[in-house]
């Protein structure tokens, strides 16, 4: 099939609900019908070269209900923003912990019950993300890795090897040389989303693919796996934040 020529993209309003709506109205030649498609950039809108823009918009109130609802979905999904400061709550095992901040010659982290114990050069932004990231991602190194180990082994597997990941769509990853890579920021998840997500990666081990094998495996070794994936898909924006 041949591509379609994008011919204009405007960014127009129009009223859904009670609301002004922004919207991307895309035009391309060789397209019949009205598409669309709501993402965390919004409302865009594909529609023919020659169609008027009031049987577009007419179109588009047609599918008002699912048009708002998909947008308060995502905005529910957006990335919540860290106050990098005393007092910050910082997600951790599903729980939280609470940053506190002081000053020394040398920049340093330490867990202690319920706090993050942060000691930097300069109470800037900046420099309390670093040191708080650092923490982080030593502490996923050892609790990550630790519990892939005893997963590893209550499925009779040999320990994969493990490697710690930036990545922030994606939360694990396993590749055919037993390389099992997991993001450190799926330290902020409650501790039954990580054994989810570990037990999927494991899973491949047998089954290098996304077959019903493969998911009667990943059951076999997480037998709540279908709740789990759905309330990771619901709130892993939250472990985002940074």
Not at 36 to 54: F, H, R, W
């Amino acid at each position: 099939m041949a591509a379609r020529e994008l011919v204009s993209r405007d960014v127009r309003r129009l009223t859904l609900g009670a609301d002004p709506v922004e919207y991307v109205l895309v035009r391309r030649r060789g397209r019949r019908g009205v598409g669309l498609k709501v993402d965390e950039n919004g409302l865009t809108v594909s529609a023919p070269v020659t169609m008027p823009l009031a049987r577009i918009e007419a179109m588009v109130r047609e599918s008002e209900r699912w048009v708002l609802r998909k947008i308060a979905e995502w905005k529910s999904r957006q990335v919540p923003r860290v106050r990098w400061e005393e007092g910050a709550a910082l997600p951790y095992l599903g729980s939280s912990l609470a940053l506190r901040v002081a000053l020394g010659s040398r920049a340093s982290a330490v867990l202690a019950g319920t706090e993050l114990r942060v000691t930097v050069r300069e109470a800037v932004q900046d420099e309390i993300r670093r040191v708080v990231v650092a923490w982080y991602r030593r502490a996923a190194r050892d609790q990550l890795g630790g519990r892939l180990l005893e997963l590893a082994r209550a499925s009779g597997l040999a320990p994969p090897r493990f490697f710690l990941s930036s990545a922030l769509a994606r939360w694990g990853s396993c590749n055919s040389r037993r390389e099992v890579r997991l993001a450190w920021r799926l330290l902020k998840a409650p501790p039954a989303l990580v054994d989810y997500v570990i037990c999927h990666e494991l899973a491949h081990l047998r089954q290098m693919n996304h077959s019903p094998a493969f998911w009667a495996e990943v059951e076999r070794q997480c037998p709540d796996y279908r709740r789990l994936r759905a309330l990771l898909f619901a709130t892993d924006h939250l472990y985002r934040a940074f």
